[in-house]
Structures are given as structure tokens and as C-alpha cells.
């Protein structure tokens, strides 16, 4: 996969939409706390603390999944929110008893702060993509077919 600036874009479309999860306080409830579906806290929790970023950590990630210092800066005040909730309520606890916890209110803000600058880093690298004469994400160019640019009646 071709990407203006991180290593690794794969693990990006694990991050992105993790943190766009913790942004949104109606699709935590809606999600998280039904049964039915595969998502919840914990899933969040391992794509951005264990298997695609260290939120804890992040500056070993830079170039890799986050794009710049200042999406860096941002995943570290969103773990360190993450991480305040836990120790207040336990590593242990229920999503419900996080979502309820005087401070999800912080991981929230956090998280929405950093999900406008990763989907507007994204945006700026697609353009570039774009701009440098990429169409189509590779492999997905159409088959030739030999009537492109031509005008056909009907």
C-alpha cells in the first residue's frame, strides 16, 4: 500500500477508527453494551495500547501509524485519560462501569480532538496521493476494455 508518511497504513485503519469509537459516546452505548456485537472497550483498548500503537507510548509510532508530533502528542493525552479511568474504576471493570465513570468524559474529548486531526492528516495524505497521479487504490485499476474515450451513440 502506498501512503505519504507512516510505514505502516494497515495498522492505521485499525487506530483510526478506534479512536473515532472512543469519540463517540452514542455509538460506545449502542455498541459496547450490546452483546450481539463483536466490538467493545476491550477491543479498542488492544488496537490502540497493544497490537497497532502504544497510546501509553506513542512516540515509537511516529512514521508508523500516526502521521505527525502533534497526532503523537494527542494519542499520549488520550492514553493518559484512558489510563486515569482505569485506575479509578479498576482493569477489571465493565465497559458500562468506564462509560459511567466521572472521568470518560475526559477519554472522550481527548479522543474526539485526535480523530479530527487523524481523518484531516488522512485526507491531506489522499490528496497527496491523488495529486501524485494516484487514482485508484493499487489493484483496483478497471479492465481495459478498449471503448475508453470513445463517444458511443445510443
Given at each position: 500500500?502506498?501512503?505519504?508518511?507512516?510505514?505502516?497504513?494497515?495498522?492505521?485503519?485499525?487506530?483510526?477508527?478506534?479512536?473515532?469509537?472512543?469519540?463517540?459516546?452514542?455509538?460506545?452505548?449502542?455498541?459496547?453494551?450490546?452483546?450481539?456485537?463483536?466490538?467493545?472497550?476491550?477491543?479498542?483498548?488492544?488496537?490502540?495500547?497493544?497490537?497497532?500503537?502504544?497510546?501509553n507510548?506513542?512516540?515509537?509510532?511516529?512514521?508508523?501509524?500516526?502521521?505527525?508530533?502533534?497526532?503523537?502528542?494527542?494519542?499520549?493525552?488520550?492514553?493518559?485519560?484512558?489510563?486515569?479511568?482505569?485506575?479509578?474504576?479498576?482493569?477489571?471493570?465493565?465497559?458500562?462501569?468506564?462509560l459511567?465513570?466521572?472521568?470518560?468524559?475526559?477519554?472522550?474529548a481527548?479522543?474526539?480532538?485526535?480523530?479530527?486531526?487523524?481523518?484531516?492528516?488522512?485526507?491531506?495524505?489522499?490528496?497527496?496521493?491523488?495529486?501524485?497521479?494516484?487514482?485508484?487504490?493499487?489493484?483496483?485499476?478497471?479492465v481495459?476494455?478498449?471503448?475508453?474515450?470513445?463517444?458511443?451513440?445510443?
Amino acid at each position: 500500500m502506498i501512503d505519504h508518511g507512516i510505514a505502516l497504513p494497515y495498522y492505521r485503519l485499525h487506530v483510526v477508527p478506534a479512536v473515532v469509537a472512543l469519540a463517540s459516546p452514542t455509538w460506545q452505548r449502542e455498541v459496547w453494551l450490546d452483546p450481539d456485537q463483536f466490538e467493545d472497550l476491550d477491543h479498542i483498548v488492544h488496537a490502540l495500547f497493544d497490537d497497532f500503537c502504544d497510546a501509553n507510548s506513542p512516540l515509537p509510532w511516529l512514521g508508523q501509524s500516526l502521521r505527525s508530533e502533534e497526532e503523537v502528542e494527542l494519542m499520549a493525552r488520550l492514553g493518559a485519560a484512558y489510563s486515569a479511568v482505569q485506575d479509578s474504576v479498576g482493569a477489571a471493570a465493565h465497559d458500562e462501569v468506564y462509560l459511567d465513570s466521572p472521568g470518560w468524559s475526559a477519554v472522550i474529548a481527548a479522543a474526539a480532538r485526535l480523530a479530527q486531526l487523524l481523518v484531516s492528516n488522512d485526507h491531506s495524505a489522499l490528496s497527496k496521493l491523488h495529486d501524485a497521479g494516484h487514482r485508484r487504490p493499487p489493484g483496483t485499476e478497471p479492465v481495459e476494455s478498449g471503448t475508453e474515450g470513445q463517444h458511443v451513440d445510443s
